[in-house]
């Protein structure tokens, strides 16, 4: 199993924007598990909070929860790659993530 049921019911794509030399830009999908959107919000501003990146960063856009078995599935059924989890990501990897 991709996801662990202990850390949120759902799994939630979640965008962040930014601005870089005064353009508003935006990461891909990174996903978030929580037990509902307000959790999810909290664990991105948390994450941005410990990275030290908090004010230059914010939570542009979260999406409507997946059940972790469903999307687990859709992944499978797909034959497609999981976005990255919040929670794997070093500072270094969310970095490198905004830049793709």
Not at 37 to 60: I, N, P, Q, R, T
Request: proline share 5%; aromatic share 12%; no cysteine.
């Amino acid at each position: 199993m991709l996801f662990d049921p202990e850390e949120g019911i759902y799994v939630f794509e979640v965008i962040v924007g930014y601005r870089t030399n005064g353009v508003t830009r935006f990461s891909s999908p990174i996903l978030v598990q929580a037990d509902d959107e307000e959790e999810a919000e909290e664990k991105v501003l948390e994450y941005l909070s410990d990275m030290d990146l908090e004010g230059k960063f914010w939570v542009e856009e979260i999406s409507e929860p997946f059940k972790i078995k469903e999307y687990e599935q859709h992944l499978k059924e797909e034959d497609i790659a999981p976005y990255p989890l919040l929670s794997e990501l070093t500072e270094e990897d969310f970095m490198e993530l905004l830049s793709e």
